[in-house]
Each structure stands twice: as structure tokens, then as C-alpha cells.
């Protein structure tokens, strides 16, 4: 059974290995590679194995995520309080597709109701602001998500992807437990000021992406294709040159998966892992297979030594390719 972690002060504990769930409604692979069946299954693998940090959000379908999660607790009998529900709002959501954010008081209300009746759940224990609404005072938007705690809709709050300056401010407004952002062995945007606030204020950090979307796992090289629809292939990281470039980092995390006796995966997730307590990693997958190879991760441990060689082989300015193309880097609060 995964060991627990706390985040954040007001008393969170979750799973120190989380389950992200979007991949199982979107963005990843060909529809067709999706398994409703499978996807329940390793909703219930999960639990089993004792990752019960499930992340979801309403705009991943837009919907149908959060309607597959409730289908799974529904049909694995789970009870309500031994598992940790995370979704997020902050999206306008028209004609099925994202149209820029919206977290005024009024959306945020709107939206939790929305998501209550999803997910066929009295309550959500960690409500994030999925993108920062630069139209909206920080300090309106948290007022209002306190107001849902109070209520008991929500019983603690989180930020997905905001700045330094943003978090301070929501902090001062209602505690935040937990920041949801990238960060792997080859995305480290978070270490020069982020991670120190987050350390300075006590809230805890929830990385998405610490595989690399995949590249961090060894199975996806230069001539790899993806489907027309995998978001993938909008990410200039993830042109044919820039994996080639970054094959060495991968060449590394290979190596030390060998001596080691562990997978590649195992290692990146290990490393992620060992940059602190405060720390609940969230990787996804829509497979039983790779859940269970994903939470073999903590039973690695890294020596210093390790851990030292593999910061230095993602450092920034090693990693080729910038993270995401003009548009999707405009909606990251940093």
C-alpha cells in the first residue's frame, strides 16, 4: 500500500502517488484506444494499491471525465471518505470546446454545482482554479471558493499553474493546500521561485506530466508518430529534432533504471518523489498495466549521487524545445 503525504496546512492527506484521469477522456492516443471498461478498471486497481488521489476537472471531455469517475465509485462500491476527489473549474465551456477562462464569483458557483452533480457527490475535497483569470481579482475568485468550503461543498482549495505573485495573494484571502503544476526531470520552471513560495507559505505541490507526457518513459523516440488528435503534436518539445536532441536524458534515466532494476518510469517518478514530502505526484494513464508499474515507483530510492546526475542532465537549457507553443504558454500565470 503507497504511503500518504500531506499538503498544505488545513489537514489534507493524500495518496503520495495520485491517479490523473484525463487521458482516459482526452488528448492522449487515438479515441478509438479508449476503454471505458479499462479505464473503470484501473480506477479500481488503483484504489486496491491504495492510490486514492484521483484528479480530474470539468473541462476534460468537457464532462465526461468527472462522469467517469462517478461510474467507477458507483460501480466499485468505494466509500465516499476513503478516497480523495480533485477537479477544477475556471473554464468557459461553449458548444463542447474551451472559450477562454472565467472564475468570476458567479462561474464558480455555477460550476461546482455542475460538478457535484457530475461526480454524484455531496462534496469535493481539493477544488482547484485550473488557469488564472487575469479578468478577475485572484482575491474574488478565492473569496468565493471559500465561500463553498464554509458551505461544505469543498473542503480544500487549490491553484493550477499560477504565479508566484498569485498565490501569495490567494493565500492571504484563504489557505491554499496545494499548487497543480508541470514538473518533471525535464520541466523545471517551478525550482527557481515557485517551489520556495510554495515551502516559505506550506502548501504542497501536485506535479501533472511528471513523465514527461510520456517521453520520460523510454518507449517514444524521434521517429515515434502520434495520432492527428494527440495534443502532442502542438507541443514544440515533442518535434521529431527536439526528442532526438533529448534523447540522452532519456539514454540516462534508462541507465539507472537498469542498475536499479527499475523501469524507466519508476525512475522519473522516483525522482519526483524524492524532492520532498510536500510532493504528490499525479501521473496518468488509462491502463492497469502501467498504474501498477507507476506506484512500483515507490518502492525506488535514489542515492544523492543519483539524484545530483540526473538534475543535471534536465537542467534547464539541456532540455530542447520550450514547453508549449505562443497560445498554450499564454494561459500559464508566469
Known amino acids: 500500500m503507497l504511503s500518504t503525504r500531506k499538503l498544505g496546512t488545513e489537514g489534507l492527506s493524500v495518496s503520495a502517488i495520485g491517479l490523473g484521469l484525463m487521458g482516459m477522456s482526452q488528448s492522449y492516443g487515438a479515441p478509438e484506444e479508449r476503454d471505458d471498461r479499462e479505464s473503470i478498471a484501473t480506477i479500481r486497481r488503483a484504489i486496491e494499491l491504495g492510490c486514492t488521489f484521483l484528479d480530474t476537472a470539468e473541462v476534460y471531455g468537457p464532462f465526461v471525465n468527472e462522469e467517469l469517475l462517478a461510474r467507477a465509485m458507483k460501480e466499485i462500491g468505494v466509500a465516499r471518505e476513503s478516497i480523495v476527489i480533485a477537479t477544477k473549474f475556471g473554464f468557459k465551456i461553449e458548444n463542447g470546446k474551451m472559450a477562454g477562462t472565467d472564475s468570476r464569483p458567479e462561474h464558480v458557483r455555477m460550476a461546482v454545482e455542475g460538478s457535484l452533480r457530475r461526480l454524484n457527490t455531496d462534496y469535493i475535497d481539493l477544488y482547484y482554479q485550473h488557469r488564472v483569470d487575469k479578468n478577475v481579482p485572484i482575491e474574488d475568485t478565492v473569496g468565493a471558493m471559500a465561500d463553498l468550503v464554509r458551505e461544505g461543498k469543498v473542503r480544500y482549495l487549490g491553484l493550477s499553474e499560477a504565479g508566484e505573485q498569485t498565490i501569495r495573494r490567494a493565500h492571504a484571502v484563504?489557505?491554499?493546500?496545494?499548487?497543480?503544476?508541470?514538473?518533471?526531470?525535464?520541466?523545471?520552471?517551478?525550482?527557481?521561485?515557485?517551489?520556495?513560495?510554495?515551502?516559505?507559505?506550506?502548501?504542497?505541490?501536485?506535479?501533472?506530466?511528471?513523465?514527461?507526457?510520456?517521453?520520460?518513459?523510454?518507449?517514444?523516440?524521434?521517429?515515434?508518430?502520434?495520432?492527428?488528435?494527440?495534443?502532442?503534436?502542438?507541443?514544440?518539445?515533442?518535434?521529431?529534432?527536439?526528442?532526438?536532441?533529448?534523447?540522452?536524458?532519456?539514454?540516462?534515466?534508462?541507465?539507472?533504471?537498469?542498475?536499479?532494476?527499475?523501469?524507466?518510469?519508476?525512475?522519473?517518478l522516483a525522482w519526483v518523489l524524492q524532492k520532498g514530502d510536500d510532493i504528490a505526484p499525479i501521473p496518468g494513464t488509462k491502463r492497469r498495466k502501467y498504474l501498477e508499474e507507476n506506484l512500483g515507483a515507490a518502492n525506488v530510492s535514489l542515492t544523492n549521487a543519483e539524484m545530483a546526475a540526473l538534475d543535471a542532465a534536465g537542467a534547464p537549457g539541456k532540455v530542447a524545445g520550450v514547453r508549449y507553443g505562443p497560445a498554450q504558454q499564454a494561459t500559464i500565470d508566469r
Open 174 to 268: 484563504h489557505p491554499i493546500s496545494a499548487l497543480q503544476s508541470e514538473y518533471s526531470l525535464w520541466e523545471r520552471n517551478l525550482e527557481p521561485e515557485i517551489i520556495p513560495a510554495l515551502r516559505e507559505l506550506g502548501i504542497g505541490l501536485v506535479p501533472f506530466s511528471p513523465l514527461g507526457k510520456g517521453f520520460l518513459t523510454g518507449k517514444i523516440n524521434e521517429a515515434t508518430t502520434f495520432d492527428s488528435t494527440d495534443f502532442r503534436n502542438t507541443i514544440p518539445r515533442f518535434t521529431p529534432e527536439n526528442r532526438k536532441a533529448n534523447q540522452d536524458l532519456v539514454d540516462m534515466v534508462k541507465a539507472t533504471a537498469e542498475r536499479k532494476k527499475a523501469t524507466p518510469a519508476q525512475i522519473a
